[in-house]
């Protein structure tokens, strides 16, 4: 019987150059797996594969070394350690993300809650290429947002409080875009020169700021064969809801204007970017 | 402005990242609760980082003055748990 790899690769199989033999992409969403399902992953890759497992660089797992005749029996292994089987080929990929604010201090929106929403929306999708979603809690930028084909990177919509402050200066030199300056002791901000990385509110000892999690979305970024930093020709996105609808634009507009095989950067050098940018303003707007 | 004493000064000018908050926090553990420190440290990745630090770490910063030699004093008030 002839093999299905497309099938295979598909359900996260993927072909080694041991014949016969496959490397397991299992499904991770923002590169967090439970204790639970390690300890199934290290079962299986000592009982089916040759004991050992491969970090994939998006914060996937792979167990390779399994073998054609024990798949259908691995998955129903894996199921039991509520494993899930990835994907490979054209559509939509494992959503990535840092910690974020659930965990790490320097966090301004909660990267693994918009990755679970990301790839409930989106995961597997079928399109005419792979399409990358990656998230990012602040402008350290630990998870590359830009390398992605849509990268989300979380910000905050700061607003100066005047009545909390003690004008101790401290956010002056937080501040790396020199939009903020402090005379007799009054703050003022030029929102032009800001960049929303929220280091002014975070650095506050009085917490003088109105900070509202905010996201800066970016588009047409690949890290392959050929390598563009993704774009963000959007002003700051301030709620989920918006964040979403410009997504569904932006992923839509992928299915709809694509050719095969042609990544997202692709798309928008031939279909033009002021097609598109009018698109997700429009979304964006609502 | 809050009035304050200063009852330690540490330099943290000598050492980096992270060795400049370690320092600033051993020398706010020596001290007692709402006592203040005076913390001389470097332009750049120190005074960028480290007030922001100390306020996660509970404590109350309470002004940040340049002494115009490239280094500056921040004021910081003990808070305990």
């Given at each position: 019987m002839a093999v299905d790899y497309g099938t295979l690769k598909k359900g996260g199989f993927m072909r080694q150059?041991?014949?016969?033999?496959f490397s397991l992409r299992l499904a991770v969403v923002g590169g967090t797996l439970t204790a639970e399902n390690l300890k199934k992953i290290a079962e299986v890759a000592e009982k089916y594969g040759d004991g050992h497992v491969h970090l994939t660089s998006r914060q996937g797992v792979e167990i390779p070394f399994i073998k054609l005749q024990d798949i259908e029996e691995v998955k129903d292994e894996l199921e039991k350690g509520g494993c899930k089987p990835g994907v490979c080929g054209p559509r939509v990929r494992t959503v990535t993300a840092c910690q974020g604010s659930e965990i790490c201090p320097?966090?301004?929106?909660?990267t693994y809650g918009i990755a679970k929403q990301l790839n409930e929306r989106y995961f597997g999708r079928e399109l005419p290429h792979k399409f990358k979603f990656g998230v990012t809690g602040?402008?350290?930028?630990c998870l590359k947002a830009e390398e992605n084909d849509v990268g989300v990177k979380g910000a905050l919509d700061i607003k100066y409080i005047e009545d909390k402050c003690i004008g101790c200066g401290v956010c002056e030199k937080a501040?790396?875009?020199?939009a903020i300056t402090i005379k007799d002791g009054k703050v003022n901000v030029d929102y032009d020169k800001c960049?929303?990385?929220g280091r002014c509110a975070k650095s506050c000892p009085t917490d003088a700021w109105d900070a509202e999690p905010a996201y800066i979305l970016s588009f047409g970024g690949l890290f392959g064969n050929e390598i563009n930093k993704g774009e963000s020709p959007l002003p700051l996105v301030t709620s989920e809801e918006q964040l979403f609808r410009i997504t569904d634009a932006a992923i839509q507009f992928f299915a709809d204007y694509a050719k095969p095989s042609e990544r997202f950067k692709f798309t928008l050098d031939r279909v033009g970017r002021e097609e598109f940018y009018e698109k997700i303003e429009e979304a964006y707007h609502g | 402005m809050a009035d304050y004493t200063i009852y330690e000064t540490v330099d943290i000018?000598?050492?980096v990242c992270p060795v400049t908050f370690v320092k600033a926090k051993v020398a706010l553990e020596e001290l007692d609760d709402g006592e203040v420190l005076s913390i001389r440290l470097n332009d750049g990745e120190p005074v960028q980082n480290v007030p922001r630090s100390l306020k996660e770490e509970g404590h109350q910063v309470l002004k940040l003055e340049s002494n115009d030699d490239g280094t500056y004093t921040l004021i910081v008030r003990k808070v305990e748990d």
């Open positions: 150059k041991q014949k016969d033999n320097s966090g301004n929106i909660d602040c402008q350290n930028n501040c790396r875009t020199d960049n929303y990385c | 000018t000598d050492v």
